[in-house]
């Protein structure tokens, strides 16, 4: 058996959004099911390099969607300045499941992207109005480009604002989509108050409250993903429809983390999880509801089930390098090799 090496360009090229958002939006639902086996995320913190690794293993139980996989990510925010290197690099292995042959070894960085962005479609999709035709943006890094993408799947987008502190930044992003979007930078309260609003930074201070937003705004808050990180007002929490990935995550690392620590927000606070939604059992955006909220911390199931579309239409395309892995061994039955 060979295992196929896919760079990041390779996987770019098999990596398509709208398919991305069906197997992310059947990982949602898999696990509400409870068709998965899911470790809970592990950290080695690295305050001596500024960043942090993370370990995500899943498999999903899900008929054309049975899969397994671990991704080997991190978050080193000093790395575009000093290295020249992505801020999140990511490493998935891809594995056969009936012999835990490694499939294949992929570049987990434009995964976790994609998959980020699906997650906020899916969300998006669910929870934002349905005539939405306007998405701001805080913070123009590399997730706000794919949030755009994904979200104008599911959302016939006209009108994006984006903010970020970095003026240069912003143009860049403004520059991407010109004429494709009527795309423009603003204040965070212009892009507040559009329809769908996803928020792609690192800090922890809150940057967002509720004068910044609309009356039925909907919120993907995407940059909390470690304790510490915070970027919606507490308020705006505590008065929205508050939707989450994955209880044990959102209170450990996600934009809820803080507040929760502090017993600002608690269980009563908590519509429920985006899985329960997508399977419905509990219900989508009603009339009645004003702002709503997705805190996203990304799940290792939203890896497996991207890597899965991945790996598939790499196998129909030919892309790739594949080579020996693991060697042949010739063993007896019951002989263990170490």
């Not at 990982?27 to 390099?49: C, E, N, T």
């Not at 017993?263 to 509801?289: H, K, N, S």
């Not at 020996?324 to 061994?329: A, N, Q």
Request: proline content about 4%; charged content about 25%; glycine content about 8%.
């Amino acid at each position: 058996m060979e295992t196929v090496l896919l760079n990041g360009d390779d996987v770019e090229a098999n990596a398509q959004l709208d398919e991305m958002i069906d197997a992310v939006e059947e990982a949602f639902a898999a696990y509400a099911r409870g068709d998965v086996q899911m470790p809970a995320k592990s950290y080695i913190d690295l305050p001596q390099y500024n960043g942090d690794f993370r370990s995500m293993p899943a498999y999903m139980d899900a008929g054309e969607w049975d899969a397994a996989a671990v991704k080997w990510v991190n978050v080193h925010p000093d790395n575009p300045t000093e290295h020249g290197l992505p801020t999140v690099l990511g490493t998935v292995i891809y594995s056969d499941l009936e012999t835990a042959y490694p499939l294949s070894i992929m570049d987990g960085t434009v995964i976790t992207e994609k998959r980020t962005g699906a997650a906020a479609a899916v969300a998006t999709d669910y929870l934002a109005v349905e005539d939405a035709t306007s998405l701001g943006l805080v913070g123009a890094g590399v997730q706000s480009y794919t949030q755009l993408e994904a979200i104008a799947r599911v959302r016939p987008i006209e009108e994006v604002v984006v903010s970020d502190i970095d003026e240069e930044r912003a143009e860049r992003f403004v520059t991407a989509f010109e004429g494709r979007f009527d795309v423009r930078s603003g204040t965070i309260r212009e892009a507040g108050h559009c329809d769908v609003l996803s928020t792609v930074t690192p800090l922890e201070e809150p940057i967002v409250g509720l004068a910044d937003l609309g009356e039925q705004t909907h919120i993907n808050a995407i940059g909390a993903d470690a304790a510490g990180k915070h970027e919606i007002g507490d308020q705006v929490l505590r008065a929205a429809k508050l939707v989450i990935d994955d209880y044990e995550q959102c209170t450990h690392s996600g934009e809820i983390n803080v507040p929760w620590s502090e017993g600002v927000l608690d269980d009563d606070d908590l519509y429920g999880e985006l899985g329960d939604i997508v399977t419905g059992d509990q219900e989508a955006r009603t009339e009645a509801d004003g702002v709503t909220v997705f805190d996203s911390t990304g799940l290792a199931i939203q890896d497996v089930a991207a890597a899965h579309v991945v790996y598939e239409r790499a196998r129909e395309s030919g892309d790739g390098y594949g080579f020996e892995l693991v060697s042949s061994l010739a063993t007896e039955p019951g002989e263990q090799v170490e």
